[in-house]
């Protein structure tokens, strides 16, 4: 179980750095396309953030669990019973709300995301494993606890998979709000840019984006085109990025050429010809 938990804690992990930004792209087996759409969607956060950081969180959980047993009295020490019934409660959680994430994907999302799956597989072995290797001895108690704890996740996650789509059919979420201040060297960039067809290929919860969006400045930042890729996003294009064949955010595209990455100003003004002052 905590080797299980390793992996998912890896896999898991990988698709919270793609959503912080911290990798500019993932690849995905089956086509990057899939993850990127479920990172994108109404779904992929929770209280503000990737839902890929909770499923990290859980899989850490099962790992101290897992470990502490062996930690306490080597490689066969067995572990206690409030050990087993918190492996077993933490897996059957995790179990039950994946199957919620799968129906999710395969009638909602409608996308194959690879990382995803291997996170489903991973909670329903955990599960598995827990509930064969308990040593459980009053079955009856392993039955009725394990229905409740089932209901009462499922209806949990029912919850909020129903909720989480509402907000996104009416506005759809914002990027934060830039605040630094634009010299005008940085407005007349931002408005060559505009002139020359310059985009930049973004997405709302991108902290990478959003300090893009800063070192042009408030004033700045609002002559440019932006467009947003989060199919939950607000003026979302996502077909448009999918078009374009952006892979990571921030992404330029600028006289034909789409290049991902924070560029700096003095960068994007010798991409596109800029020949204004350049005191940014």
Known sequence: ?????????IDTGSITAKRWGWIGSLSCPGGSDGCDKVLGSAWGTLLGQPLSLFGFLAYGTVLLLALMPLLRGG????????????????SIGMAVFS???????????????SFCV??????LTLFLLSLVGGRWIDRSQLIFRGVMMMFLVGLLGLGWAASADQPVAQSGRAAPAVVSAS??????????????GARVFTAYWCPHCHDQKEAFGKQAAAKLQVIECAEDGANSQAQL???QGVQGYPSWEIKGVV??????????????????PRDF
């Open 99 to 113: 199957l919620v994430l799968m129906g999710l994907l395969v009638f909602e999302i409608k996308a194959f995301c």
């Open 259 to 276: 290049d991902s990455g924070v560029k700096p100003l003095n960068t994007l003004a010798d991409l596109s010809g800029y020949a204004g």
């Open 118 to 123: 291997v996170s489903a597989a991973l909670s």
């Open 75 to 90: 490689l066969r020490a067995p572990g206690s019973e409030g050990n087993r019934w918190a492996l077993f409660f933490t």
């Open 241 to 243: 990025c999918k078009q």
């Open 1 to 9: 179980m905590a080797v299980l938990a390793t992996i998912g804690m």
């Open 183 to 196: 010299s005008p060297a940085k407005i007349a960039l931002a408005e060559h840019l505009s002139s020359v």
